[in-house]
């Protein structure tokens, strides 16, 4: 393929990520000053001094950061030890803990919860890499218990069964950082108010079918490009309508792409599935039940891991397919087959 | 000068935007490289090893067939700034805090020992103004994620700054190994200092 075709946006920060981080503490101001009066809840940051003597967690260059280091990995779903263990030998940058696959959740319906601590707990004692774990959207306990438990990143996860269908966890209150995902520019960066550190594409986990996460993705990349040429004051209307903060959607305009790390999710079940993200301008990937629903999971997460950080090179994605056979990729179901209340990325808005 | 960044995972372009800022100025010109193969490595004046999971970027690393390349070239010289993960392909010995001793690939070209994750989980990330003497009396923002320390192997590996007792930036000839990010700064101190040594 020509070079040109290749889209050239998505991944270069044209700022740094201290003006990132520094953007953040500036929406903060004047909750810190009210906050001294005692008359403002915790929302947004809080700015740590200029001076640091003594070490200082979770601030937002701490929680912001961490998501920096998976990029061009590989988050894989588990459910036990023993899938971990398989997912660090396959080169994955972190694991995602839940109590079924998403396919599972799928098929078994019922109420979806967050994992066993104490599955979480012995992943965490065996594995070097980084453990996430989900929670239900709007479940504040659930993600304290999370953070009491040490994970490394909480997914407020539409897979889950809501908790809450018209709120968002409030993230700035957390030390531990957050994952989201979304569907459209507008979802993304609201998460992003509420203190996301890292946004994910919703897709239609449990499908392996790639083609929403596809969706989500080219749409939120092309609103940013449709946006750059808008009047300031259609920016602002634009702004408003999505219900998030201008500034933030000047940023994010401004450098080209969202201001946190961007992964794809929902569906991806092959190394070209990957590969084909990471193309449409996504950091990384996590893959759910792709990988634990194959017949091949050891192959298929190499392959992955390969195809995902190697995509702009077809010789490698190439050698990557080979690893893998399709007769052995999960069976995968037809969007259009599904009804509109089976669809689980329209919970959480 | 041509320097070239290890680019299958992680915070690589972080350092190609301090590089770029770098060489917009009038003290320094040079260009970035982003290595993924080999031809790409042979072009290069030194090369950085950013920050990701050791684990996945070590695996990468001997799969494109660059391990071996890689450290002879390290051996022969070649000026190397490992972060995090980078440092700690760099190491001779490479532990877990939690986990243990696992089997890992790396370069093991630099006298040092490291302990994976030794501050904790992510949780207990931080960040922390630190001393420095070779880059300056101004204090350095360090940014610790999940972050290892090293232990040295010998005695003329260099210790250039400690958190307490433990050591988190350590120079051995062509080799600066760092636990933490400057490349979530805007200070670039740490970046020049490579590039003197580059220089040299």
Redesign the interface.
Known sequence: MKEGLQFSCG???SV????I?DFFYRLAELADRLRDEGRFFEYFPRK?SD?????????V??KH??P??????VCMDVTNVEQAYIA?E?????VMVLDKLPYDVRKIGGVARMADPKVIEKV???????VMAKVRIGHYTEAMIL?EL????IDESEVLTPADEARHINKWLF???FVNGARDLGEALRRISEGASMIRTKGEAGTGNVSEAVKHMRRIMGEIRKMRNMDMEDRVRRAREMGVDPGLLDLTIRIGRLPVVNFAAGGIATPADAALMMWLGADGVFVGSGIFKSSDPLERA?AI??AT??WR?PD?VLEAQKMISESKSMMGIDIRSLKPEEMLQSRGV | MKIGIL????????H???LK?IFSGEKYSGETIIV??GGELSKVDGIILP???S??IG??MD??GLTGELRDRIRGGLPVLGV??GAVLMAKKVV?K??GE?EQNTLSVMDIGVI??YF??????????LHIPVIGEK?F?G????APIFERLNNNVEILAQ?GEASVAVLQNNMLAVAF?P????DYRLHLLFLEMIKK
Not at chain 1, 16 to 19: I, K, N, Q, V
Request: hydrophobic share 40%.
């Open positions: 991944r270069y920060y740094s990520f201290e003006d981080v740590p001076n640091l003597d003594m070490p200082v967690k979770a601030t260059r701490v950061g961490f920096v280091f998976q990029k061009g990995g660090e396959a080169g994955a940058v972190s965490m004692n065996s594995i070097t890499i980084p953070e040490g994970v490394d990143m030390r531990v950082p190499k891991v390969l950080s190697m090179d490698v | 680019g299958f995972q992680g915070g690589v372009y972080e190609v935007g301090i800022r993924r193969r920050g990701g999971e684990t996945t695996i990468l799969k494109m995090c993960a877990d939690v986990v696992k994976r994750n904790g989980r992510q949780i207990d990330s931080f960040e922390v103004d204090p923002r940014v610790f994620i999940r958190v990010h490349e979530l700064t805007n």
